[in-house]
């Protein structure tokens, strides 16, 4: 009934299975036997697989195929699912994943492709911006063990921490000098680095309940972190 483009279209969003990406391609026996499971590309409808260029692209007739919803970040941006990330091989593959997908090297291919291009470079601009600040890495990775920290919750600070806090936005809003700025702003920096050390202990002994109290404080300073820049900006 459904075929040819159509009907392409219609299998690839209709069956687009979880482990697409790490696959060899398949041959035409292959594919066979892989019955209507195995995805298609939405431009030739030829069989899936391991697709050219990471996964982004069709082995057959070279199109850029959607992003796979079942690829966490870890995953695209090609780092072990773990607290620490060597930080400039992240940058690296941030920019070998913009020269494949990013929107400019599309303006003269199908709407389609512009439409899954801007997909894909927001996937990996979000990607990188969340696995190379050490709280957004953090929290993401505590998602993906099913645990989240709901915003605006206290997580049963200890009063000492929050007295902490309190009088440290006290002496932000008191600061009238660049040096009494900048004093917060080494202390706040110094206990994000302490934060940040025990953080990685805790992820590495997969204590997550630790990992989330400290991730909580990392986002308390991060606040004040963010009221310093803003206090910084001229009126």
Request: proline letters at 5%.
């Amino acid at each position: 009934m459904w075929g040819g483009r159509a009907g392409a279209l219609l299998r690839v969003w209709g069956l687009w299975p979880a482990g697409v990406l790490g696959r060899r391609p398949l041959g035409c026996n292959a594919a066979s036997l892989a019955g209507s499971n195995s995805p298609r590309c939405w431009n030739c409808g030829g069989p899936g697989g391991s697709m050219r260029g990471d996964g982004f692209f069709c082995p057959q007739c070279r199109a850029l195929q959607p992003p796979d919803p079942t690829r966490d970040y870890f995953s695209l941006m090609d780092c072990n699912r773990s607290f620490r990330v060597d930080t400039a091989k992240l940058q690296q593959r941030y920019q070998q994943l913009q020269r494949l997908v990013h929107p400019d090297f599309f303006s003269q291919r199908s709407q389609t492709e512009k439409d899954f291009s801007e997909k894909h470079s927001t996937l990996v601009n979000d990607a990188y911006k969340t696995l190379l600040a050490p709280l957004s890495r953090g929290l993401y990775l505590l998602k993906l063990h099913g645990v989240q920290i709901p915003e605006g919750t206290d997580y049963e600070m200890d009063r000492h921490f929050l007295m902490e806090i309190m009088e440290m936005n006290e002496k932000l809003t008191e600061a009238q000098s660049e040096a009494a700025m900048k004093e917060i702003e080494s202390v706040v920096r110094a206990k994000q680095k302490e934060l940040t050390d025990n953080v990685t202990r805790a992820f590495e002994r997969d204590d997550f309940e630790k990992a989330k109290e400290i991730l909580t404080k990392m986002r308390y300073f991060s606040n004040v972190e963010e009221k310093i820049k803003l206090k910084k900006i001229p009126l």
